[in-house]
């Protein structure tokens, strides 16, 4: 089955560091984009970042360059989101989604299930 | 870069169309043939409708059309169902350096 699993709902404290993953199969995982979309408590879709797996080729929304931290580990068909510091505001539902459009970065075919990140002290 | 700006709200009864705009700048919607529309049912993930303006993916129902003139982009639902309710979201590619954007939302009501 083709698909994106993401890892699990994360509860943790600003100042703190996060990785969250998306691990893709039943596809090449290298010959597709994976990008990040975040979405706030009854809040709207926000389109974060963008990366191709086969060779890291990575690309930031200006709102979200040098907030986050975007990867992926080809051998393992694994594409990740992490923060260094943790901000309340960073409560979100994020999502994983693949991109098969090396010129169209607003194209999701496929989209993980999300995971929810809660962030209070 | 500011969201691409969609009404908040749409409704219609079943069997009518709608349409709900989806508005950007010539950096973004009127630059490029690369609008895409997501579907988004409460506490799901979005689903693909439409993209480069019009096309649809496969599965996705010949009642979904979408078209572009200038700086707007449109999504139009013909024969409406109760299933439609939902809320959809435009997206547009946005030039190398910004890559993407999404609208705002629009939350669609079928009376």
């Known amino acids: 089955e083709v698909q994106l699993v993401q890892s699990g709902a994360e509860v943790k404290k600003p100042g703190e560091s996060l990785k969250i993953s998306c691990k893709g199969s039943?596809?090449?995982?290298?010959?597709?984009?994976i990008g990040w979309v975040r979405q706030m408590p009854g809040k709207g879709l926000e389109w974060m970042g963008i990366?191709?797996?086969?060779?890291?080729?990575?690309r930031y929304s200006p709102s979200f360059q040098g907030q986050v931290t975007i990867s992926a580990d080809k051998s393992i068909s694994t594409a990740y989101l992490q923060w260094s510091s943790l901000k309340a505001s960073d409560t979100a539902m994020y999502y994983c989604?693949?991109?098969?459009?090396?010129?169209?970065?607003?194209?999701?075919?496929?989209w993980g299930r999300g995971t929810l990140v809660t962030v209070s002290s | 870069q500011s969201a691409l700006t969609q009404p908040a709200s749409v409704s219609g009864s079943p069997g009518q169309s709608i349409t709900i705009s989806c508005t950007g700048t010539?950096?973004?919607?009127?630059?490029?043939?690369?609008v895409s529309w997501y579907q988004q049912h409460p506490g799901k993930a979005p689903k693909l409708m439409i993209y480069?303006?019009?096309k649809r993916p496969s599965g996705v129902s010949n009642r979904f059309s979408g078209s572009k003139s200038g700086n707007t982009a449109s999504l139009t639902i013909s024969g409406l169902q109760a299933e439609d309710e939902a809320d959809y979201y435009c997206?547009?590619?946005?030039?190398?350096?910004?890559?993407?954007?999404f609208g705002g939302g629009t939350k669609l009501t079928v009376l």
């Open positions: 989604a693949r991109n098969p459009s090396y010129y169209d970065s607003s194209r999701f075919d496929l």
């Open positions: 039943g596809y090449s995982f290298t010959s597709y984009w």
């Open positions: 990366i191709y797996p086969g060779d890291s080729d990575t």
């Open positions: 010539s950096s973004d919607v009127g630059s490029y043939n690369l």
């Open positions: 480069e303006v019009s």
């Open positions: 997206c547009s590619y946005a030039g190398s350096s910004t890559s993407g954007v």
